[in-house]
C-alpha cells in the first residue's frame, strides 16, 4: 500500500489535497458504522444450507455498503457460527454463546439468524435480556414467539425474535391439511428426529392430522447420529401406514430418505422444510429423493419475473444457486438495514433498543412482498408452499430450486 | 402387509447385517487389547476414515452415486478392488497410528496411552471434516437391487454378500491365528509378552500386525458400512465404534470368537429390541449390557478369566 509520505513526495500538490479531502471523507463515512450479526450453523450437517442463507443476507449488506452505506453508516457484518464438530449439526451450546457476543458488542444492532428452532430456543432469553433483535429466516418452531411461553423465551417482555418465515403452527397443521385434502390418505405414521424443530413439527403436523380424522397408526423418533433406521422403518412397514410424514432437518433426513426408499417403496413421504433441503437431495440422491414431498414456510417466489434478476446476481456472485430461505435471509437483511435507515433519518441514536422497535414497526415491500410482524414478532403473512421431488438432470442435483417442483399453497388451518 | 413372524424374521435378517459389521469391528479392538491391553478409541475414526477410502476407491473405478449398476464379473471386479484397496490401506493407517503414536508410550504406565488413542481419534476426525467438509455422502453402490421374498420379509442381495465377506473374513482371521507361526506368535504374546519375548519372538512385529489386522477389517466393516447405508460423514466413527466397542466387551474383550459373537448379539439385540420394545430404547439397553458386563462379568462371555499379567 502507499503511505501518505510517498503520495506527497510524488505527487504534485493538487492531486495530494484532492486524494486526501476523499480519503477524509471515506474515513468520516468509515467512523460511522454499526454492526449487524449473523449466526447460522457453518460446520457440522447444516453447513450447506447456511453458506445459502448467509449469502442471501450478505447481497442486501454489500449492495447497501456499496452505495455509500446505510443513513451514512457503514454496515459491519460479525458472522458466528453456531454448528460444532461434537454436534455434528447446530448446537444450541454454541449458540447460546453466540447470543452473548451479540449482546456484549454494543456496536451490535440486530441479528439475522439463527437458521435452526434449537439454536433459536437457546438464544431468545439471552437476546432479550440484551433487548437485542433477531430476524430468523428459517426456523419455523412456534413456541419461540408463543405468547404461553413468553416468561421462558421472552423473560425481559418485548418481542425480539422476528420472522420473515411463518412457524410450524402452520407449516405442519397446513401439510396435514394437504394430506387429508389433496393427497386423500387416511392411515400415516410419523417421525421426528428429537430436535427442537422437528419435534414441534411433528406434533403439530400430528394434531391437525387427528383433527382432520386421518388415523395416525404411530409417533415415533430418529437419533440423528445413528446410522441404522431399518429396524424402525421394518416396524413401520410392518404396521403398514399409506403416508410417512417426517419432521426434521437433514442429518437424520438423509438416511430416512435412503433406507425408506429400500424398505418402503411405495408409500407417500413427506417433511417439511427441513426436506426442502439442498444438502439432505445431495446426501440422499436420486432415485430415492424422488416423489419426497417437502414444504417451506413462505411464499414460493423464484418462478416470480421480478425476483429471477435476483437469482441471477445471486447466481453469479456465489457461483451457487439460492434456496428458498436465501430470499427469506435477504429480505429479513432489508428489513433491519430499514430499520435502521428509519432510526438514523429520525435523529435517534443507533443501538440495539432503537433498532428494535423499529423493527417491530416495519413494513417493507421485499422479494416475498410486504413484511410486517405481530406483537410477538412472527410474520404477518402465513403462507405455506408445498412441493414435490423431481429430478431434474439439467442442473445440479443439490440445486433445490430445480429439484423441487412447487405444487400450490397448502389449505390453511382455519 | 407383514405378519408378526416375517416382521422378526425381517429384523433378524437387519441385525444379523448389523452384527456382521459390529463384529469386523469389534475384531480390532480386541485384537489390540488382547496383546497390549489398550482399549484403541482411535479405532472408531480409521473405521470413518476407511470409509471415504472404499468410497474413494469406487469413485476411482467410474462409480458415484447409483446410477452405474454392475453385474457379474464387474461388480466382482469392482468389489475386489474397492475391498483390497480400502482394507490394505486402512492397515496401513492402523500401522502408522502405532508406529508414531502409540510405540513412543510403550512402556510408559497407567492410561496414557489409551489417552493418546483418543487424542488420535479426533486428529483424524478433523482432518476428515476439514478435507471433505460435513455434509453427508452419497455412497457409491454398484449392486443391483435384486431381492428374495421369504413369506414377506425380503432378503437383498447385498445383506447376502455382506453376510459372505464377513464371513470369510473372520473364518481367514481364525484360520491366520490358529494356524500360522504369526498367529501362533500373536497368541503366545497375548499371553505373556515377557515370555514371548525371552522365547524369542519379535514383539514389535506382533503388535504391528495385530494393528494391521485389526484396522484392515475395520476397513472391511467401513466399506460394508458404506454399500449398506449409501452413507457416509466424518461422525459416523461414534455410534459404530461404541456398538462394536460394546460388542467387543460382552464377547470378552480379547477374544477374537468373543468379537464375533458380541457383534452379532449386539446387532439383534438393535434391531429386535427396536421391534419389540421402542427404537429410541436400543440405546439405553445396549449400553446397559455394557454396564452389567463390566460390573458383574468383566471376562464376558468368551474372555479368559484374568490376564495372565503381572
Excluded at chain 1, 459491519?76 to 455434528?88: Q, R
Excluded at chain 1, 445471486?314 to 432510526?343: C, E, H, N, W
Aim: include cysteine; proline fraction near 4%.
Amino acid at each position: 500500500m502507499t503511505t501518505r509520505r510517498a503520495l506527497l513526495a510524488q505527487l504534485p500538490a493538487a492531486a495530494v489535497a484532492a486524494n486526501l479531502a476523499l480519503r477524509a471523507r471515506h474515513v468520516l463515512a468509515a467512523d460511522k458504522s454499526v454492526t449487524v450479526g449473523i449466526d447460522v450453523p457453518l460446520t457440522g450437517s447444516d453447513a450447506e444450507n447456511a453458506i445459502l442463507i448467509k449469502n442471501g443476507a450478505m447481497i442486501a449488506v454489500d449492495d447497501a455498503n456499496a452505495s455509500g452505506g446505510v443513513a451514512g453508516y457503514h454496515i459491519d457484518v460479525m458472522v458466528l457460527d453456531d454448528g460444532t464438530t461434537t454436534a455434528g449439526q447446530y448446537d444450541p451450546a454454541q449458540a447460546a454463546i453466540n447470543a452473548r457476543k451479540f449482546v456484549s458488542d454494543p456496536n451490535v444492532v440486530a441479528a439475522i439468524g439463527p437458521e435452526m428452532s434449537g439454536c433459536g430456543k437457546a438464544m431468545a432469553p439471552i437476546l432479550s435480556q440484551g433487548n437485542l433483535a433477531t430476524i430468523t429466516p428459517s426456523s419455523t418452531n412456534p413456541d419461540i414467539t408463543d405468547p404461553k411461553f413468553a416468561p421462558q423465551f421472552r423473560p425481559a417482555g418485548k418481542a425480539i425474535y422476528f420472522r420473515t418465515v411463518t412457524t410450524d403452527a402452520y407449516q405442519g397443521p397446513d401439510m396435514a391439511n394437504y394430506f387429508a385434502q389433496t393427497l386423500k390418505v387416511q392411515k400415516i405414521y410419523i417421525l421426528d428426529d428429537g430436535g427442537a424443530y422437528g419435534v414441534g413439527m411433528a406434533n403439530a403436523f400430528e394434531e391437525q392430522a387427528k383433527r382432520d380424522g386421518l388415523t395416525v397408526l404411530g409417533h415415533d423418533q430418529l437419533d440423528p447420529r445413528e446410522a441404522d433406521y431399518t429396524t424402525i422403518l421394518t416396524k413401520i412397514k410392518a404396521i403398514g401406514p399409506e403416508a410417512l410424514y417426517y419432521g426434521g432437518t437433514s442429518l437424520a433426513g438423509i438416511k430416512l430418505v435412503k433406507q425408506s426408499y429400500e424398505v418402503l417403496p411405495q408409500i407417500i413421504k413427506a417433511g417439511g422444510d427441513g426436506v426442502y433441503s439442498a444438502a439432505l437431495v445431495k446426501g440422499a440422491g436420486f432415485p430415492a429423493m424422488e416423489g419426497w414431498y417437502a414444504t417451506i414456510a413462505a411464499p414460493y417466489i423464484a418462478e416470480n419475473p421480478d425476483v429471477a434478476p435476483w437469482i441471477e446476481r445471486y447466481r453469479a456472485k456465489f457461483g451457487q444457486g439460492p434456496t428458498s430461505y436465501s430470499f427469506t435471509a435477504y429480505d429479513g437483511m432489508l428489513v433491519i438495514l430499514d430499520a435502521i435507515k428509519r432510526v438514523a433519518d429520525a435523529g435517534q441514536p443507533v443501538n440495539h433498543d432503537t433498532v428494535r422497535d423499529a423493527i417491530q414497526s416495519a413494513n417493507l415491500k421485499t422479494l416475498q412482498g410486504t413484511v410486517s410482524f405481530d406483537e410477538n414478532g412472527d410474520i404477518k403473512n402465513r403462507i405455506v408452499s408445498v412441493f414435490q421431488c423431481h429430478q431434474n438432470e439439467k442442473y445440479p442435483v443439490d440445486d433445490v430450486l430445480h429439484q423441487f417442483k412447487y405444487l400450490g399453497v397448502a389449505p390453511e388451518i382455519t | 402387509m407383514m405378519n408378526e413372524y416375517t416382521v422378526l424374521l425381517q429384523q433378524v435378517i437387519n441385525g444379523l447385517s448389523l452384527g456382521a459389521m459390529y463384529s469386523l469391528l469389534a475384531l480390532g479392538f480386541t485384537l489390540v487389547y488382547g496383546i497390549l491391553e489398550l482399549i484403541n478409541f482411535a479405532h472408531f475414526n480409521v473405521f470413518m476414515v476407511a470409509s471415504f477410502i472404499g468410497m474413494w476407491a469406487l469413485e476411482a473405478l467410474g462409480i458415484s452415486g447409483q446410477s452405474v449398476i454392475l453385474t457379474g464379473l464387474p461388480l466382482v471386479g469392482a468389489l475386489v478392488f474397492a475391498f483390497i484397496v480400502t482394507m490394505t490401506l486402512a492397515g496401513v493407517l492402523g500401522v502408522v497410528i502405532e508406529r508414531l503414536a502409540l510405540r513412543p508410550m510403550r512402556g510408559v504406565r497407567g492410561t496414557a496411552a489409551m489417552i493418546t488413542t483418543i487424542g488420535v481419534g479426533y486428529i483424524l476426525f478433523n482432518i476428515i471434516l476439514l478435507a471433505v467438509g460435513a455434509d453427508s455422502k452419497n455412497y457409491p453402490n454398484p449392486m443391483p437391487n435384486v431381492d428374495w421374498d421369504l413369506g414377506g420379509a425380503t432378503l437383498r442381495l447385498r445383506e447376502v454378500l455382506i453376510w459372505t465377506i464377513a464371513v470369510v473374513l473372520m473364518v481367514g482371521l481364525h484360520l491366520f491365528v490358529t494356524r500360522t507361526r504369526l498367529g501362533k506368535a500373536m497368541r503366545a504374546t497375548a499371553q505373556d509378552a515377557e515370555a514371548a519375548r525371552m522365547m524369542g519372538i519379535d514383539v514389535d512385529r506382533v503388535i504391528v500386525t495385530a494393528f494391521f489386522l485389526g484396522s484392515a477389517l475395520a476397513g472391511a466393516a467401513a466399506l460394508i458400512f458404506g454399500l449398506y447405508y449409501n452413507y457416509t460423514s466424518f461422525i459416523i466413527g461414534y455410534s459404530a465404534g461404541l456398538r462394536a466397542f460394546t460388542a467387543a466387551v460382552l464377547g470378552g474383550i480379547g477374544s477374537v470368537a468373543g468379537a464375533m459373537l458380541g457383534g452379532v448379539i449386539i446387532g439383534l439385540i438393535e434391531s429386535l429390541g427396536g421391534q419389540l420394545l421402542a427404537v429410541r430404547w436400543t440405546d439405553v439397553i445396549i449400553f446397559s449390557i455394557l454396564v452389567l458386563v463390566l460390573v458383574f462379568a468383566p471376562s464376558g462371555l468368551l474372555g479368559r478369566a484374568a490376564p495372565n499379567k503381572s
